[in-house]
């Protein structure tokens, strides 16, 4: 059935918009009896709920906070609506979500999040998947007119522009960001969305908003490309209960508002006596699904703990090709090899990045040869990494796996707030209904001649501290194979810092390569004096710092390679047998992977009384690296700088 044959059901919308308006009204009731913390109001974007007679199983809602009443209208039962008021054990965010942040994976509702704007970028990527699927669906996302301001809007409307996504954009537009007037800050006003199809329309009135929507809607999935519509409305409440829009908006102004009441305008259709009927009947479903609620069990504390991370199934072994005749690897070949074979062996494998495609194969080519392959499956993205992060977490919940170059991780920036916000939370955020297999990787780190400040950065402890996030440094391509094969089993995001340095450094590899677990270290050396932890580029540095020891000291080398998780165990029972620590970084000491390891290994009883003496970190002091290569001596980690440290410590004698 096309969306130009269904017909407007006004009673439908009118029970839809009555039944979101007590709910509002209960919950509003509960936060001033203290029973819920807080509440946000969906007072006067109920008529978004005609929406709901427009979007068909398969479509993938992208929800704004004050859409209840369209949450309602695709099926949500009161009881949810309750349980995310509440924050209740049953809801299926087990009480992790803020109210009005909707989710419902079996209803084709995507988690949402604070952060505003965010969704529309991964709204893209799951419009994105639809159409390479070639199925007849589409990708609703709903926003406030502020939140046009934000970059990922522009982001995600250049995208949908660009690739004729099948993707319906719609703002509710209330003319204020939270106290601030918006008439004329939003793009619509300042004309800056000339060239995107754009639907203006008064929302106020059901009716009138369906036929706008189902215009709009039927253009999309057949094919037209990604269009906005723009509705008019207002907020009739204040921003949330902690507001009280009094405090900037005169009493005229709120009057006015109120005269413009979209229920009360629809039930003037109504007779009175149904009317009051019906609101009877409302109020007494609300109220008897919010006293069950009541009722129910709060999560546990520990809950929190559950849905970080999903396991990890062993990847199989990569084999190098028969016909590949270098007996040595650089890594740059590695990962280039290693995508390769993952990509032959999973279908649902995509590449996004920038300058990715051949014959340019990326910036340090990394990916020479995979689009020659796979021509279907790697595509070159935007000067734009938020476009590149939240692009890839609408593709990995709906069940594809992408696979992102970020050129550098010093540009990493614009990424960092899809990464830490979308990424990173998705499973958790959603209990466990959605997951987000995808695999960051992006060069890394220091010791390059000329890089400069944003070229050398290693920035490896701003991934490490958001949880939902594996993070792991190869220093050899083996490593990076191994590494690569295990990010493609896993169902939640994993960063592959790839030190640059070592691009085009050649290494005798073996046939066969194993999948390298995640927190599992590689001691390079056995001995009994000291224990050197390193990663990355340091390995490097560590090994010269031995040979530069000989024999005049017993030194337990470890190759870190997985930084989050990390393999605590095997380092605890290493210090505990040498009683010495070293720790080499290259990144800037202060708050960085270093300090934790030697937090941890000062924290442990049994390994604390086996010290004996105090462990140390070297790493970069909290000062940028210049251009010049005299800032790279001097800042950075050195062979003989370390092996100082290890005489010192063990009394060696050189």
């Known amino acids: 059935m096309s969306g130009s044959s269904i017909s407007f059901e006004p009673l439908r919308a009118l029970e839809t918009m009555m039944l979101s308006r007590e709910c509002d009204r209960r919950e509003a009731i509960l936060v001033r009896q203290g029973k819920a913390p807080f509440h946000v109001s969906s007072l006067g974007h109920e008529p978004l709920a005609v929406l709901g007679q427009l979007i068909r199983p398969g479509d993938l809602v992208f929800p704004h906070y004050r859409d209840k009443a369209l949450m309602l209208a695709l099926g949500m ?3 949810d609506l309750a ?11 087990n009480g992790r ?23 529309l970028l991964p709204a893209c990527g799951t419009a994105w998947a639809m159409k390479r699927r070639g199925v007849p669906h589409i990708a609703v996302a709903l926003t406030g007119e502020a939140a046009c301001r934000q970059g990922e809007f522009f982001e995600a409307v250049a995208f949908a522009v660009e690739r004729s996504l099948p993707v319906l954009f719609v703002v509710e537009d209330n003319h204020l960001g939270i106290s601030t007037p918006t008439d004329t800050l939003t793009p619509l006003s300042l004309g800056m969305l000339k060239g995107v199809p754009v639907t203006t329309v008064d929302a106020r009135d059901p009716r009138t908003l ?15 490309g990604p269009m906005i519509l723009w509705c008019d409305l207002d907020r009739l409440d204040s921003h949330t209960s902690f507001d009280d829009q009094r405090a900037y908006l005169s009493e005229d102004v709120i009057r006015a508002k109120w005269q413009r ?9 109504l007779a009175e006596a149904d009317a009051t009927v019906l609101r009877q009947r409302i109020a007494d479903e609300v109220y008897t699904a919010f006293e069950q609620v009541l009722t129910e069990p709060a999560p546990s504390a520990t809950d929190a703990l559950q849905d970080r991370l999903g396991p990890v199934p062993e990847a199989p072994p990569f084999r190098l090709p028969a016909d590949h005749p270098a007996p040595a690897w ?14 032959s062996r999973d279908k649902e494998c995509i590449l996004f990045g920038e300058d990715v495609e051949d014959p340019k194969g990326g910036v340090f080519g990394l990916t020479k040869g995979v689009s020659a392959r796979f021509p279907d499956r790697v595509f070159n993205s935007p000067l734009a990494e938020a476009t590149i992060a939240g692009v890839a977490a609408g593709l990995a919940s709906t069940g594809l796996r992408p696979f992102l170059e970020l050129q550098f991780v010093d540009f990493a920036g614009p990424a960092m707030s899809q990464i830490a916000n979308n990424l990173a939370t998705l499973r958790w955020r959603s209990g466990g209904t959605w997951t987000c297999p995808a695999v960051i990787y992006a060069s890394y780190g220091g010791y390059v001649s000329g890089a400069g400040i944003w070229h050398s950065q290693a920035c490896e402890t701003a991934f490490c501290q958001i949880p939902g996030l594996r993070v792991v440094v190869p220093s050899t391509p083996a490593d990076a194979v191994g590494l690569f094969l295990t990010a493609a089993q896993a169902d939640d995001p994993t960063v592959i810092l790839l030190p640059k340095r070592l691009f085009k450094v050649s290494e005798p590899i073996p046939t066969d390569l194993p999948a390298v677990p995640f927190g599992k270290a590689s001691r390079l050396l056995d001995g009994d004096d000291v224990t050197v932890v390193c990663w990355g580029n340091t390995v490097r540095v560590a090994r010269e710092a031995v040979r530069l020891v000989g024999g005049q000291a017993s030194i337990e080398l470890f190759d870190l390679r997985s930084l989050a998780p990390w393999d605590k165990a095997a380092i605890l029972s290493s210090v505990g047998k040498t009683g010495r620590l070293i720790v080499v970084q290259e990144d800037n000491v202060t708050c960085g992977v270093g300090q934790m390891v030697l937090s941890e290994v000062c924290a442990d009883p049994a390994t604390w009384a086996s ?7 070297l790493g970069r002091p909290d000062v940028h690296i210049g251009f010049h290569g005299v800032y790279t001596e001097t800042y950075l980690p050195q062979p003989q700088t370390l092996a100082d440290h290890i005489c010192e410590m063990t009394g060696a004698v050189r």
């Open 77 to 79: 039962p009161v009881q």
């Open 210 to 224: 369906f036929e706008a929507a189902q215009i709009a809607v039927d253009g999309v999935r057949g094919g037209d």
């Open 97 to 119: 979500q803020m109210p009005g942040h909707f989710g419902d994976r079996g209803r084709g509702i995507w988690s949402a999040l604070s952060p505003v704007a965010h969704h």
């Open 83 to 93: 349980r995310l008021l509440l924050g209740k054990a049953g809801g299926q965010d």
């Open 330 to 343: 650089t890594m740059a070949q590695a990962v280039s090899l290693a995508l390769q074979g993952i990509f």
């Open 261 to 269: 009441d979209p229920v009360a305008l629809s039930l003037g259709g």
């Open 611 to 617: 010290l004996k003496c105090a462990p140390r970190l």
